[in-house]
């Protein structure tokens, strides 16, 4: 293994093994194993035309108020689409990036981009404190478009749950290779007995990809708000919440993890669902 990299990665773990998490680690482990499952990835069908139109269609129909935001964002500049852009972000200064990929699947990205250009840009924002809910946002909006569209766009919502499932599956993974890293670190000082550089390259790769925003050594807790984003959104979609101010509070306050993760009706909707792969 590189010899920079292996540097790297050892300073990484020495300092996150300091990091307090953002749950137990009886939550985390039971979080890994939901989500340890294999599935069959669904690949995205190529037959919707145009997803910008439909995407902004379903927020002028159902969130009126947040349409004309999403509409100066897109006539000011603020929001830019399109195949040639080269990662689909939303930066610090309100600015949104949404790269598509040419299949059905910018559908779904434009909506979800779309909820993240949203709650930078209200002044009553859905996450305020606690940045590691932002993806509850986006989420919550892309199943509820699942949800008022099922039955439409092929076999859309069957890839999205799909791939969504593996990459987070990957996360799960990354989260457990690094614990355990950090907690051998603890015990003997250094890590150098356990190297493995099948996992090191993994933990890098997607630290690297998405902890931007959240620190550079955070990678535990910044890969935990994928999961846990999808868990959130399906109980607030299921439990017809509604997205609001300071949901993020809510959630600390008024959600039990492990209630969420015993729901019959939360799992099967993270899940690939027959009655969905039907409908399509």
Do not use: W
């Not at 910018?106 to 250009?117: A, N, T």
């Not at 099922?150 to 499932?165: C, E, Q, T």
């Not at 439990?239 to 039990?256: A, C, G, H, S, V």
Request: a negative charge; glycine letters at 4%; aromatic letters at 12%.
């Amino acid at each position: 293994m590189d010899t920079g990299l292996l540097e790297k990665f050892k300073r990484k773990v020495e300092m996150e093994s300091t990091y307090n998490k953002l749950l137990s680690r009886k939550a985390i482990n039971t979080l890994i194993n939901y989500f340890d499952v294999d599935i069959e990835e669904i690949t995205y069908s190529n037959t919707i035309s145009n997803p910008k139109e439909l995407a902004l269609s379903y927020y002028q129909e159902y969130f009126p108020e947040y349409y004309k935001i999403i509409l100066d964002g897109i006539k000011t500049g603020k929001i830019k689409i399109g195949s040639d852009i080269e990662k689909s972000e939303v930066l610090e200064d309100g600015k949104c990036f949404i790269k598509l990929n040419n299949d059905d699947f910018d559908l779904i990205v434009i909506v979800h981009e779309l909820g993240h250009y949203i709650n930078n840009n209200i002044t009553s924002k859905f996450v305020q404190k606690h940045r590691i809910f932002g993806e509850v946002v986006s989420f919550y909006f892309e199943k509820d478009f699942e949800e008022k569209n099922i039955g439409k766009y092929g076999n859309l919502f069957s890839a999205r749950r799909s791939h969504r499932i593996l990459s987070e599956r990957k996360m799960i993974h990354a989260i457990k290779y690094m614990l355990e890293y950090e907690d051998y670190y603890l015990e003997h000082g250094n890590i150098d007995a356990i190297i493995d550089e099948k996992k090191i390259k993994l933990i890098l790769k997607l630290s690297s990809y998405h902890c931007i925003g959240y620190g550079e050594y955070d990678t535990v807790n910044t890969l935990l708000k994928y999961p846990l984003a999808n868990l959130i959104s399906s109980y607030m979609i299921i439990n017809d919440l509604e997205m609001k101010q300071n949901i993020d509070e809510y959630i600390i306050y008024n959600i039990d993890l492990f209630e969420l993760m015993e729901d019959e009706r939360i799992r099967k909707s993270i899940l690939i669902d027959e009655n969905l792969q039907k409908l399509a």
